[in-house]
């Protein structure tokens, strides 16, 4: 097989910092190529430098496209090659349609005038090709993620693409659209396109990818042949990290006492759709030391659950019971929900959980203000030893408690949200998606606290579309399916085809 | 704290090892890197200095003169005195179009109240005050509650009282106010030690002020050295508060040997103290820092975001009013036209000072400097005589130059 991209030993640097020394990646013609690597390794830092993001001459090194030596000078010069990158965050306009968002930028058009009809042919003709069911004049906020990332991928086609670059494509996927996804890229390698996958999710390489290069602090640390038998995750995790991870959860030595949250008859309808019941007659308990896993695809109605409950944060016409300690509590605002001692740890903590542009300083204290400070006077040097405190006990890798959040990489950002929830004092701890968009070693680190937190008394609640994550970390489980709770198993009972199957029969019972 | 020097940006951070500088060279670098961090709030003190410097020279000595410097605070106290709660608006992710027709509007009501209907001026500024609070608790309701634009409400507001102010006056000037009343804005703290020439208590209320200043400043700067946290070198530290220390005793100097401090440089100098301290050192300040960086996740912090902005508008309206009876006290009368175009005047304030249109950014520090590069700007310039077509130009481009400055400054971080 011919070679499509070579890149020689690109080196990059920024002030203070060498984000990438010497990297070297080859990608063949038609393979899928995974690039792998925890979070600030430099796999973004590499892909902007082969998109012309960072361009030419701010880096050194070379890169050969095709045999030829390239000097991008932005994302055009590079798309003209046929380089796409679609990134983890996408870059679609939510209220234009899939036709203008395919074309954006690239009008069919004469002399500025729009050829609908050509758009409409053309998107359909993609549409087609990645298999997305849907008419061309759909806006892009009517569809979810999984179909929107299957938009940018038509986008990335009409350009004629070479060689595709994915970020993190599944990782805002349920299971099926990842497998869709997955098997898309498997037939645009037969169509001939090269693709270069950034995954953190090894079982979906294992599967699709032909080649896998490690990078560890911004260095190539190993190139390695997919296909071959030998290569096991644990090899991989090992190149990623440094050392192996001899297990993926630490051991727990769960002691649960009584029940400390119990939620019955919780109903939650959507907000603007009222007659739909997002949520529906769930019922479930918590226990001290206890970690209880609500497991489930995306759109089962979990983060809805969790944040209806959390101060009444989604949906209308709520209703239901709270109690702790069998205690009815009011949680009709966040205010009294924390006050009763229940905390969420939001699944989107960029949206939802942090104020970027502020410290870690400042942002720990935020959800329990009354914490530093005598009446409504702050006082600083309180909040400094807490900041610092929670910098220590859970690690929290940064230059001085004085850095803005938006530069931790995210599994340092889950740790400050988590140290700004664990601040407020809390008997019960739900957690959405806690390690969502985190590396390897990040997560065995957030295991880590949820394990100390559990052996420390507190019920907590784990929120997670990542199955054997789930399986790891929980006592017990319950499956939730379209709005409902569909099962309940010790978590030593249960596998993922058990979930699954639960799953699956309840939208069966549903639809018959 | 070698390691803390080095900037450290994006996803390439925490690496410990790469951060090893060796200790001389670590108090250098930390120096550089404190620069980089505050550059922009050194850069808009020394713009200050520098502005003040150049009009100083061009107008042979007359901008430091104390004539001058007496009108230059009067001149600029109700802008001032808005921009504080301005700021608060701006860092809370707003912005508040109405305060020039409601500061006309108020000192229309004022010279109604007082001259037309005879009312105790004490009572009629308080009623004013409190027309105020309503008029931005009105808008604040919208704008929290109902979640429409502040620019729409504030904008609507701003025709409103305009209307309403013409419709008060009848389209005439209202004056002139009792003599009382005109000491808010022209009256003067009483010479209390009736020496020739020199009002002795300015001075020493001056005096007393930059001792409390350096007071507080020393012992918050070793309090943070005693529980080791990185801190402004001490270079900076000295040559910050000591500049400072000489300007205000020089001002307050000059005021002195003048007529001494003006009772509205009083005021204004409390409310600064008091906002400084609100923002910088309470629960409710920082409350109001977060909605504007994120008020999603401030919600979710269990921070009732809805009151906290519309106590902002509801505490903007009562500045507003506020600046009202200083402007038509300092008048001697209520005009139409009063505060027509002072918004933008606040609102530029409060950029050059260093606040973010986005919110979550921006100091009561920041925005005073702000207001006075303005006034310094406008005054310098009126005495050299150019005319008011060239005065807007350059005010209009010193506005973008220290947004400009500011992004390129975020940007290059």
Redesign the interface.
């Known amino acids: 097989m011919p070679t499509i991209l070579e890149m020689r030993d690109i080196t990059k640097t920024?002030?203070?910092?060498?984000?990438l020394d010497g990297v070297n990646l080859k990608v063949e013609e038609g393979e899928i190529h995974a690039l792998v690597g925890e979070?600030?390794a430099?796999k973004?830092?590499l892909m902007k430098v082969l998109s012309g993001v960072y361009p030419h001459g701010s880096y050194d090194g070379v890169i050969a496209f095709k045999g030829e030596d390239c000097a991008f000078s932005g994302i055009a010069d590079s798309e003209k090659r046929g380089i796409i990158i679609i990134h983890q965050e996408l870059a679609l306009v939510p209220l234009l349609s899939i036709a203008e968002n395919i074309f954006l930028g690239n009008e069919r058009a004469k002399g500025g005038v729009i050829d609908w009809h050509d758009t409409f042919a053309r998107t359909r003709a993609l549409l087609a090709k990645v298999g997305l069911k849907e008419a061309p004049q759909t806006r892009v906020s009517d569809l979810g993620l999984g179909k929107q990332q299957l938009v940018e991928i038509a986008k990335a086609l009409s350009k004629e693409v070479k060689l595709l670059i994915l970020d993190e494509p599944t990782s805002s996927l349920n299971e099926t659209d990842s497998e869709a996804l997955l098997n898309l890229l498997l037939e645009f390698k037969a169509a001939g396109i090269s693709s270069i996958l950034i995954s953190h999710k090894l079982n979906e390489i294992s599967k699709v990818a032909d080649t896998i290069t490690v990078l560890r602090?911004?260095s190539a640390i190993s190139t390695l042949d997919a296909k071959a038998s030998s290569v096991s995750e644990a090899d991989i995790i090992r190149d990623m990290v440094g050392r192996s991870l001899s297990d993926r959860f630490p051991p727990r030595d769960p002691r649960i006492g009584e029940t400390i949250f119990a939620v019955s008859n919780w109903t939650a309808h959507h907000p603007q759709h009222a007659e739909r019941k997002v949520v529906d007659d769930v019922s479930f308990h918590v226990r001290a030391g206890e970690v209880v896993g609500i497991a489930g695809l995306m759109g089962a109605g979990r983060t809805e659950l969790a944040m209806s409950i959390?101060?009444r944060?989604y949906g209308a016409h709520i209703s239901g019971e709270v109690t702790m300690h069998g205690r009815k509590v009011d949680v009709s605002?966040?205010?009294r929900?924390?006050a009763a001692g229940i905390c969420?740890a939001?699944e989107d903590r960029k949206?939802?959980?942090?104020?970027?542009?502020?410290t870690i300083r400042?942002n720990i204290p935020?959800?329990h203000?009354?914490g530093i400070?005598n009446g409504?006077?702050?006082d600083?040097?309180r909040e400094?030893?807490v900041a610092t405190d929670y910098r220590q006990r859970i690690r929290i890798?940064?230059?001085?408690?004085?850095?803005e959040v938006v530069?931790?990489?995210g599994g340092?950002q889950q740790k400050v949200v988590l140290a700004?929830w664990l601040f407020?004092g809390p008997e019960v701890l739900i957690l959405d998606e806690p390690t969502r968009g985190i590396d390897v070693g990040a997560k065995y680190e957030i295991y880590s606290i949820i394990a100390e937190l559990a052996a420390t008394g507190k019920a907590i609640v784990v929120i997670s579309s990542e199955m054997p994550e789930l399986l790891g970390v929980t006592d017990r489980l319950y499956v939730m399916n379209e709005g409902r709770f569909v099962g309940e198993m010790p978590t030593k009972e249960a596998s993922q085809e058990k979930i699954m199957s639960l799953i699956i029969r309840s939208g069966h019972r549903n639809r018959g | 704290m070698s390691q803390e020097a080095i900037p450290q940006s994006g996803a390439h951070q925490s690496r410990p090892q790469s951060g090893v500088a060796t200790s001389a060279s670590g108090a250098v670098a930390q120096s550089s890197s404190f620069i980089r961090k505050h550059l922009r709030e050194y850069g808009i003190l020394l713009a200050l200095i520098v502005i003040m410097a150049f009009f100083q020279i061009v107008t042979n000595g007359i901008l430091l003169k104390p004539i001058n410097l007496t009108n230059l605070i009067l001149q600029n106290s109700y802008v001032i005195i808005m921009a504080l709660g301005m700021l608060l608006v701006i860092v809370a992710g707003h912005i508040d179009l109405s305060v020039g027709s409601v500061l006309g509007f108020v000192g229309a009501l004022a010279a109604v109240m007082i001259v037309h209907w005879h009312m105790n001026y004490v009572l009629a500024g308080v009623i004013c005050l409190a027309v105020g609070g309503v008029i931005g608790a009105l808008q604040g309701y919208w704008i929290a509650y109902w979640k429409i634009p502040s620019f729409i409400v504030t904008l609507a507001g701003m025709l409103v009282f305009k209307g309403l102010t013409l419709w008060l006056l009848a389209g005439q000037s209202v004056g002139p106010f009792p003599a009382n009343f005109q000491l808010i804005a022209s009256g003067f703290l009483p010479d209390l030690f009736s020496m020739h020439r020199f009002n002795l208590l300015s001075m020493l209320l001056g005096a007393a002020v930059v001792a409390g200043m350096l007071f507080l400043a020393l012992r918050s700067r070793f309090r943070n050295r005693a529980s080791s946290h990185d801190d402004e070198p001490a270079v900076f530290f000295f040559g910050r508060n000591l500049i400072l220390a000489a300007a205000i005793l020089y001002i307050t100097w000059a005021l002195s040997s003048f007529r001494g401090f003006p009772n509205v440089l009083v005021v204004m100098a409390l409310l600064i103290a008091v906002y400084s301290f609100v923002t910088n050192r309470t629960t409710i300040g920082r409350r109001i820092y977060a909605v504007g960086g994120n008020e999603k996740a401030t919600r979710l912090s269990g921070i009732n975001t809805e009151r906290l902005v519309f106590l902002t508008f509801a505490n903007m309206g009562m500045l507003a009013a506020l600046a009202g009876l200083v402007f038509a006290a300092r008048l001697n009368t209520a005009t139409p036209k009063a505060g027509l175009g002072f918004e933008l005047d606040v609102i530029a304030a409060v950029f050059i000072g260093g606040a973010s249109m986005a919110g979550g950014v921006g100091t009561i520090i920041g925005a005073v400097i702000g207001a006075f590069i303005m006034g310094v700007m406008n005054n310098g310039m009126s005495i050299l005589g150019l005319g008011i077509d060239y005065q807007q130009v350059i005010k209009g481009l010193v506005l973008l130059v220290a947004v400009i400055f500011d992004v390129y400054n975020k940007n290059r971080a």
């Open positions: 920024f002030p203070g910092v060498i984000a979070n600030g430099g973004s830092t602090d911004g959390f101060g944060s605002t966040v205010h929900a924390i969420y939001t949206s939802y959980g942090l104020v970027l542009d502020d400042r935020l959800a203000l009354s400070a409504i006077v702050i600083e040097h400094r030893e890798k940064c230059s001085s408690i004085g850095q530069n931790l990489s340092n700004k407020a």
